[in-house]
């Protein structure tokens, strides 16, 4: 049988997990400014290619997943490091499709301000993707492809105009 507070706990549950989502996207998009537009580029250049290499880089996330059963604990560490690493890398992906639905918001209306497309547009992402049904099955795990995808080729490109510092 199932209680209201089972309810209100699942309902607390997914807005938690919306909010710190949205806020963490947020956050991504103001610390790592550059590499989010790199993902941008990424995205909007061959989001197929950016899904492609999202699948590859997930089989690492599940190898990571897969090596935390080992018994003994630096395996352990390594497989929690290597999770962690690849919903960092899945963060900054986000922040670059995120970065494409808020360009297509500012064209459908030019009264927003950058920010604010950009933190609607985190919002509809993160709330698609807790869609029951469709958007857990099918919008969330084509997002994490692309995203992982677009964040991985944002981590390994270099940074135009930096210079090496000699000493």
């Not at 190898?63 to 899945?90: C, D, Q, R």
Request: charged fraction near 10%.
């Amino acid at each position: 049988m199932v209680t209201i507070g089972d309810v209100f706990s699942v309902v607390s549950v997914l807005i938690g997990i919306g909010v710190t989502s949205w806020a963490f996207l947020l956050m991504c998009s103001l610390l790592f400014a550059s590499r989010m537009e790199i993902a941008h580029q990424a995205v909007v250049s061959s989001s197929k290619k950016c899904a492609g290499l999202g699948v590859l880089v997930t089989g690492g996330g599940f190898f990571g997943l897969t090596i935390l059963n080992v018994p003994n604990p630096l395996i352990k560490l390594l497989g929690l490091l290597m999770i962690a690493s690849y919903f960092a890398l899945a963060a900054v992906g986000a922040s670059g499709v995120a970065l494409v639905a808020a360009s297509r918001l500012k064209d459908q209306s030019s009264a927003l301000s950058d920010y604010h497309a950009f933190s609607r547009a985190s919002g509809f992402l993160v709330m698609s993707a807790l869609l029951p049904v469709l958007g857990w099955f099918l919008f969330a795990p084509l997002l994490l492809l692309v995203s992982s995808g677009a964040g991985f080729r944002a981590m390994l490109r270099k940074q135009a105009g930096l210079a090496e510092v000699s000493s």
